[in-house]
């Protein structure tokens, strides 16, 4: 059962526009979203984070939304830029007899076209 | 800061050896550090949490005997795949968090990728 799920394998985004990652889970006791970006044969980058106490958290270009009532988190990137162009994973925290566990979602390849 | 290294990179042998991944905290202690087994295309799969000085706590469904873990110090872990068999061709990739901020996210390694022949 996946408990966390992105919908869109891949998105490709013109450069300087908005690029929008969407993310679902299904537990209500995650208390900690993440994004990280991963390049091929790379591990993934830490990007972003909110708590679940947050609705909104913004760093330079990236901004991560969570709506808790319809357990959906997503991430905004703008604008967008060629070196942007990766694979984002959505990630979500749960701590388990005292250890915090992350459970990733599938991945989302996002091209940004020049 | 929070620099974790993975090595090897790449490992290419026969079915029946036994290969050993390294994953180190470079700038920052670690009690706590987790190994992930990612399939082509698919997300990253929690396999075990590797606790310094005790023994590794292992998901489900991960077979402890097959995937040895040996948290020796606060900088390093140890995964050993045993009797490594086509199957267990897979990219593994460790990460870790620092002891000293507990809300510091997860610094992931660039992985391992293991190619059983």
């Known amino acids: 059962d996946q408990q966390v799920k992105q919908n869109s394998p891949s998105l490709s985004v013109q450069e300087g526009r908005i690029s929008i990652l969407n993310c679902d889970y299904t537990n209500s006791m995650f208390d900690y979203f993440l994004w990280y970006k991963k390049y091929p044969a790379e591990g993934p980058t830490f990007l972003i984070s909110i708590s679940s106490i947050k609705d909104k958290n913004e760093d330079g270009r990236f901004t991560v939304f969570l709506n808790k009532s319809a357990k959906h988190l997503s991430l905004h990137i703008v604008p967008s830029q060629p070196g942007d162009s990766a694979v984002y994973f959505c990630?979500?925290?749960?701590?388990?007899?005292?250890?915090?566990?992350?459970?990733f979602g599938q991945g989302t390849r996002l091209t940004i076209n020049p | 800061g929070a620099v974790v290294s993975q090595h090897p990179s790449w490992v290419i042998c026969k079915s029946g050896t036994s290969v050993k991944i390294e994953c180190r905290s470079l700038?920052?202690?670690?009690?706590?550090m987790f190994w992930y087994r990612q399939f082509p295309k698919q997300s990253l799969m929690l396999m075990a949490t590797s606790n310094e000085g005790s023994k590794a706590t292992y998901e489900q469904g991960v077979e402890k005997d097959k995937f040895l873990i040996n948290h020796a110090s606060l900088t390093l872990s140890t995964l050993t795949v045993t009797s490594a068999h086509p199957e267990d061709s897979s990219f593994y990739i460790c990460?870790?968090?620092?002891?000293?901020?507990?809300?510091?996210?997860?610094?992931f390694g660039d992985g391992t990728r293991l190619s059983i022949l």
């Open positions: 990630a979500a925290s749960e701590i388990i007899q005292g250890a915090q566990k992350l459970v």
């Open positions: 990460s870790a968090r620092p002891d000293r901020n507990s809300l510091q996210p997860q610094h």
């Open positions: 700038d920052f202690q670690a009690t706590t």
